[in-house]
């Protein structure tokens, strides 16, 4: 895949206000760029080579990048004065919340709550002295195609008591807290991860529930417990701009315990064959950590890379 131009202009400026809202520990800003900034321990995730602080709500319409370079050299300097060894970014406060830059794409069009940004923000963050810290991807499967045959997978985790259903529309915010739970329990071990409260999680979701169909998320139980669930959705800017839309694999999880091998991999069969059923042709594995286990299991359905995204890190001196 070749590098491709990304989407112009910038998006619209961050406000100061909703980054505080949501714990900032600062502020940043010039006529032409916007940072957030975060150090307290209790919010901002752990990392192994020393103390972190992040840099979140980076913005800027400068097309040369000086704004952007200048008030990231700002960003550093401000956390170093607060101890803090390594800066992150861009990262809205964890990895729950937007973060990521788009690095290289093959020209397709964005998808729903896809990060997007000039091509100049990644060249302010490198030439800011930050390098990539971790790589993430999005790609698109051919719904098409015919697909592995999980029949002896689905038999043999029936066998064990499993039973997949959708998603129950009446109970949403209870299905909700259940998916939350299974949440917290499998990402635990995910790269930067840090726990996010029910109330926020169920509000992040709730800002989607209009286009929720329920037959494309799918629940795995086991004896009235959650054990693994898949969370698709239409992507709706597709459909809005009249191009046909595909599946968007938003999150996958299975309970780390219990031994459920080989049910990531069916949930994700499930929840393609249910939406192809519908009428979508492609599915997008969206924003896989290239590190994440389910990067190897959405192998097994030929997917092809169409973008590539990164977190950038600088040591502070």
């Known amino acids: 895949m070749s590098p491709a131009p990304l989407p112009l202009p910038p998006p619209p400026r961050p406000a100061a206000a909703e980054a505080l809202a949501l714990g900032a520990d600062d502020w940043l800003e010039s006529d032409h760029a916007t940072a957030s900034l975060w150090w307290n321990p209790a919010r901002v995730p752990p990392l192994a080579d020393g103390r972190p602080g ?52 093959d020209g397709r069009p964005p998808f729903a709550m896809e990060p997007r940004n000039p091509e100049v923000w990644v060249d302010c963050f490198r030439r800011a002295g930050f390098k990539m810290l971790a790589g993430y991807s999005s790609a698109v499967v051919d719904l098409t195609r015919e697909a592995p045959d999980f029949a002896a997978l689905e038999r043999r985790l029936a066998g064990r008591g499993l039973r997949v259903r959708c998603l129950d529309p009446g109970d949403f915010e209870g299905e909700l ?84 091998r080989g049910l990531g991999s069916l949930l994700v069969h499930q929840v393609q064959q249910r939406a192809r059923g519908i009428g979508f042709t492609e599915a997008i594995h969206a924003l896989q950590h290239e590190a994440n286990p389910s990067l190897r299991l959405g192998s097994r359905f030929d997917p092809r890379v169409f973008r590539r995204y990164a977190l950038f890190s600088r040591h502070l001196a």
Request: proline letters at 5%; aromatic letters at 8%.
């Open 177 to 260: 807290a259940r998916i939350h739970e299974l949440s917290l329990v499998a990402f635990s071990g995910n790269y930067l991860y840090t726990p996010l409260a029910l109330d926020e999680f169920v509000a992040a979701y709730s800002l989607v529930r209009a286009a929720v169909v329920p037959e494309l998320v799918l629940l795995a139980e086991c004896e009235g417990r959650l054990q693994g669930f898949v969370f698709g959705l239409p992507d709706l800017e597709a459909g809005a701009a009249s191009r046909e839309p595909a599946l968007v694999v938003k999150t996958l999880a299975v309970r780390p315990e219990g031994g459920w």
């Open 54 to 105: 992040l840099i979140g709500h980076f913005w800027s319409d400068d097309p040369a990048g000086e704004a952007g370079v200048a008030l990231l050299e700002e960003a550093c300097e401000r956390l170093a004065r607060q101890d803090v060894q390594v800066a992150i970014g861009p990262m809205n406060g964890n990895t729950w919340r937007a973060h990521r830059l788009v690095i290289e794409s």
